[in-house]
């Protein structure tokens, strides 16, 4: 079973940098067959795609937050990380890491979508 | 890069169907067929109910389903439960290795 699991500080100040690591479980980030991926979503509000990583390293992220955003991975501990810079109320969301098929023509992958979720860290500005 | 359109709300009585639509445009929903949809339960992690615009997960009831026309992809429920009771979000990849989520509909069973 596939388990993803945020950790990270839940409250940041204003124009610091915020640091969160998602750790995989039952699966390995080396495999290839996935993206991991940072969601968020401030109270009441929709979801935000923020980017992704892949086994490899390539990231790609939300052009709006593309400036502040850096996504890592770390195999060896099979995890992946973001770190969000210049922090503001804005920011203030849970935050979710997700899991995200790869289009590699297997029919056991669910392609373009996040089919595994870890429950949601909180983060807070101020 | 904005946001998929989607009705606020929906609602429907027990038994009945409701269709939620996800519009945006030749960039994303009508340019690829990556376009999934999310349940979300109040304080719950959202949940994949469609990917690649029909194809249901093991688990998830045979009561949805998805599709697309042009620009606008939609979910039907069809034999609306109380446990359907929920917010429903699409996603569509953007290009360029991007991807959006839709506003959220919440769906009411009256």
């Known amino acids: 079973q596939v388990q993803l699991q945020e950790s990270g500080p839940g409250l940041v100040k204003p124009s610091q940098t915020l640091s969160l690591t998602c750790t995989v479980s039952?699966?390995?980030?080396?495999?290839?067959?996935?993206?991991w991926t940072w969601i968020r979503q401030p109270a009441g509000e929709g979801l935000e795609w923020i980017g992704r990583i892949s086994n490899s390293g390539n990231t790609n992220y939300n052009p709006s937050l593309k400036s502040r955003v850096t996504i890592s991975v770390d195999t060896s501990k099979n995890q992946f990380s973001l770190k969000l810079s210049s922090m503001t109320a804005a920011d203030t969301a849970v935050y979710y890491c997700a899991r995200q098929g790869k289009d590699i023509g297997a029919a056991d992958i669910r392609a373009g979508a996040f089919d595994i979720w870890g429950q949601g860290t909180m983060v807070t500005v101020s | 890069q904005s946001a998929l359109t989607q009705p606020p709300s929906a609602s429907g009585s027990p038994g009945q169907s409701v269709t939620i639509s996800c519009t945006g445009t030749s960039s994303d929903v009508g340019g690829y067929n990556y376009v999934s949809w999310y349940q979300q339960h109040p304080g719950k992690v959202p949940k994949l109910m469609i990917y690649?615009?029909?194809k249901r997960p093991s688990g998830v009831p045979d009561r949805f389903s998805g599709s697309k026309s042009g620009n606008t992809a939609s979910l039907a429920v069809s034999g609306l439960q109380a446990e359907d009771e929920a917010v429903y979000y699409c996603?569509?990849?953007?290009?360029?290795?991007?991807?959006?989520f839709g506003t959220g509909t919440k769906v009411t069973v009256l």
């Open positions: 690649e615009v029909s």
């Open positions: 996603s569509s990849y953007a290009g360029s290795k991007t991807y959006v």
């Open positions: 039952g699966d390995s980030i080396s495999s290839g067959s996935y993206y």
